[in-house]
């Protein structure tokens, strides 16, 4: 039971930035993918909510439970399962660990 969440209504995919060269090895650009990680809950973080990330105050758009860890300053963006409407996208700037649950929490 604990380890896998019973409710995860959303999808999250992280962004990965590639570097684009034509065939003689000039900078094109950088073109972005969205790869899959893992089924999640984003919830909308209230106004009231505040974390403190390396000595500042921070107030969370979003706070997310997960089955796999995305790293710290990964930017990410969360579908819905059923629509496929962008719930919420932003930079991850915390995660935390919970031991009981085996479930990571992190905040947008």
């Known amino acids: 039971m604990f380890g896998k969440l ?11 930035k590639q570097k684009q060269f034509d065939e003689f090895g000039n900078y094109e650009g950088e073109t972005e993918t ?6 999640c809950r984003c919830d909308d973080a209230g106004t009231r909510d505040a974390i403190s ?7 969370p758009s979003y706070h ?6 995305v790293e ?3 930017f990410v963006r969360i ?6 409407s962008i719930r ?7 995660v935390a660990y919970s031991n009981y649950f085996k479930l990571y929490r992190a905040w947008i």
């Open 64 to 69: 997310l439970a997960l089955e796999k860890k």
């Open 72 to 74: 710290t300053g990964a």
């Open 88 to 94: 919420g996208e932003g930079k991850i700037v915390r």
């Open 6 to 16: 019973t409710y995860a209504p959303h999808q999250l995919y992280v962004s990965e």
């Open 34 to 39: 969205f790869t899959y990680v893992c089924d």
């Open 53 to 59: 990330v390396r000595g500042e105050q921070f107030f």
């Open 79 to 84: 579908l819905d399962k059923e629509d496929g």
